[in-house]
T-cell receptor, first 114, second 111 residues
Framework: NAGVTQTPKFQVLKTGQSMTLQCAQD?????MSWYRQDPGMGLRLIHY???????DQGEVPNGYNVSRSTTEDFPLRLLSAAPSQTSVYFC?????????????FGEGSRLTVL | GQQLNQSPQSMFIQEGEDVSMNCTSS?????WLWYKQDPGEGPVLLIA?????ELTSNGRLTAQFGITRKDSFLNISASIPSDVGIYFC???????????FGTGTRLQVTL
């Protein structure tokens, strides 16, 4: 079982470039989300989705876009990268109907914007 | 946006020592969770708490859901080198899957 798979694991961008971080899960989870992790800030929610075709903003959505065309995939797009978006990004998923609150995380994507 | 405050920010302890960390919030949560992140990995769930006052153990780990529903505590007994990592608390309101995470406690264990 692959669980939550994120690609790429590492990426370096120049300011103004665009890119997409990919996230796929094979657990048939309805809920998927993106977090960013910064030193001293913990994990902050960027965007989330409760099912295919439904997305919503989290705590720090500016500069990021998402879409959810299938249950399995939840890509995160940076339209014009800025140095402030240098961070480690985590995708996480869970069942929406199982009331445990447990999220399953990917291994992370480390992004550096120069 | 709301964040949970964890303390301490970091800890350096010797193998065999007990560890205590806590998490506080200005808001009420109906679920508290504790996650551990190993270096280079994503966080993994350790313990989940669902009722105020609840005390739950998982091996050497014990966590409590504060009676005010605004705080939670995690204790690790007899620490070992593989306990090294970052520990995050997380809170949830309602039945939504959306979690609010704490700022993390970095644990280092020396031999």
């Amino acid at each position: 079982n692959a669980g939550v798979t994120q690609t790429p694991k590492f990426q370096v961008l120049k300011t103004g470039q665009s890119m997409t971080l990919q996230c796929a899960q094979d657990m048939n989870h309805e809920y998927m989300s993106w977090y960013r992790q910064d030193p001293g800030m913990g994990l902050r929610l960027i965007h989330y989705s409760v099912g295919a075709g439904i997305t919503d903003q989290g705590e720090v959505p500016n500069g990021y876009n998402v879409s959810r065309s299938t249950t399995e995939d939840f890509p995160l797009r940076l339209l014009s990268a800025a140095p402030s978006q240098t961070s480690v990004y985590f995708c996480a998923s869970s069942f929406r109907t199982v009331n445990t609150g447990e999220l399953f995380f990917g291994e992370g994507s480390r992004l550096t914007v120069l | 946006g709301q964040q949970l405050n964890q303390s301490p920010q970091s800890m350096f302890i010797q193998e065999g020592e007990d560890v205590s960390m806590n998490c506080t919030s200005s808001s009420i949560f109906n679920t508290w969770l504790w996650y551990k992140q190993d270096p280079g990995e994503g966080p993994v769930l350790l313990i989940a708490l669902y009722k105020a006052g609840e005390l739950t153990s998982n091996g050497r780990l014990t966590a409590q859901f504060g009676i005010t529903r605004k705080d939670s505590f995690l204790n690790i007994s007899a620490s070992i080198p593989s306990d090294v990592g970052i520990y995050f608390c997380a809170g949830r309101t309602g039945t939504a899957s959306k979690l609010t995470f704490g700022t993390g406690t970095r644990l280092q264990v020396t031999l």
